[in-house]
Nanobody, 122 residues
Framework: QVQLVESGGGLVQAGGSLRLSCAAS????????MGWLRQAPGKERDRVAA????????YFTDSVKGRFTISRDNAKNTVYLQMNSLKLEDTAVYYC???????????????WGQGTQVTVSS
C-alpha cells in the first residue's frame, strides 16, 4: 500500500511562509506525478499544485501562482510545497497525493496522505 506522510504544517501569520514535505514509500516514486491538494472547512478538496515525475512540468491553481512552488527530490522520495506570502484563505488541511499526469493538462491522484493542517492567522 502506498504511504504518503506529510509534515511541516502549523500556525503562521499572514504574510509568512511554510514549507510542507511529503515522504513517500511503498511506490516507485520517480514513476509518479505528485501533487498537493487542500480542503478548507465546509469546502471541497481542491488541487493546489502538481509536478510531473521528472519535475519538468508543474501546475498551480490560480490563487497560489507566484506564491507557492512545488519541487521534488526523487533520490529522497520526497515532494515539497513552499508556501510564501500566506493569506488567511490558505488555511486548510493540505494533502499530499501521488498519481499520474493525464494528457497535457489533467492529473489523476488515486493515492493520498493523511493531511497536515495549515492555519494562517491575522
Amino acid at each position: 500500500q502506498v504511504q504518503l506522510v506529510e509534515s511541516g504544517g502549523g500556525l503562521v501569520q499572514a504574510g509568512g511562509s511554510l514549507r510542507l514535505s511529503c515522504a513517500a514509500s511503498r511506490l516507485t516514486f520517480s514513476n509518479f506525478a505528485m501533487g498537493w491538494l487542500r480542503q478548507a472547512p465546509g469546502k471541497e478538496r481542491d488541487r493546489v499544485a502538481a509536478i510531473s515525475w521528472s519535475g519538468d512540468t508543474t501546475y498551480f491553481t490560480d490563487s497560489v501562482k507566484g506564491r507557492f512552488t512545488i519541487s521534488r527530490d526523487n533520490a529522497k522520495n520526497t515532494v515539497y510545497l513552499q508556501m510564501n506570502s500566506l493569506k488567511l484563505e490558505d488555511t486548510a488541511v493540505y494533502y499530499c497525493a501521488a498519481g499520474y499526469r493525464v494528457g497535457s493538462s489533467s492529473w489523476s491522484f488515486p493515492y493520498w496522505g493523511q493531511g497536515t493542517q495549515v492555519t494562517v492567522s491575522s
